[in-house]
């Protein structure tokens, strides 16, 4: 059974920072690209940043310089680091992992952020 955990989500300020982890474990594998993802009360769920296990980050256009993306490969860890929070930024971030060896997709359950004065 595979699980991805999240944690380190919380209430913050404007313009303050949090650093979100997702860790996996289980029967997972070797694990491919792994991503963070974002949905926001009565939205779709969107996708923020992802990272190869090669280490390449992309990023959506809403967070590009103010969101790092990075990971621990031999920890199965995927980490989002958030600064310059904004009222915007407010949703339950969920981290994504592609397994390379089931070819499966597996998520995390979520964590909630708050960004609010």
């Known amino acids: 059974q595979v699980q991805l955990v999240e944690s380190g989500g919380g209430l913050v300020q404007p313009g303050g920072s949090l650093r979100l982890s997702c860790a996996a474990s289980?029967?997972?594998?070797?694990?491919?690209?792994m991503g963070w993802y974002r949905q926001a009360p009565g939205k779709q769920r969107e996708w923020v940043a992802s990272?190869?296990?090669?280490?390449?980050?992309n990023y959506a256009d809403s967070v590009k310089g103010r969101f790092t993306i990075s990971r621990d490969n031999p920890k199965n860890t995927v980490y989002l680091q958030m600064s310059s929070l904004k009222p915007e930024d407010t949703a339950v971030y969920y981290c994504?992992?592609?397994?390379?060896?089931?070819?499966?997709?597996?998520w995390g359950q979520g964590t909630q952020v708050t960004v609010s004065s």
């Open positions: 289980g029967s997972i594998g070797s694990i491919g690209e």
């Open positions: 990272m190869t296990n090669y280490g390449t980050a």
């Open positions: 994504k992992a592609f397994s390379i060896t089931t070819r499966q997709e597996y």
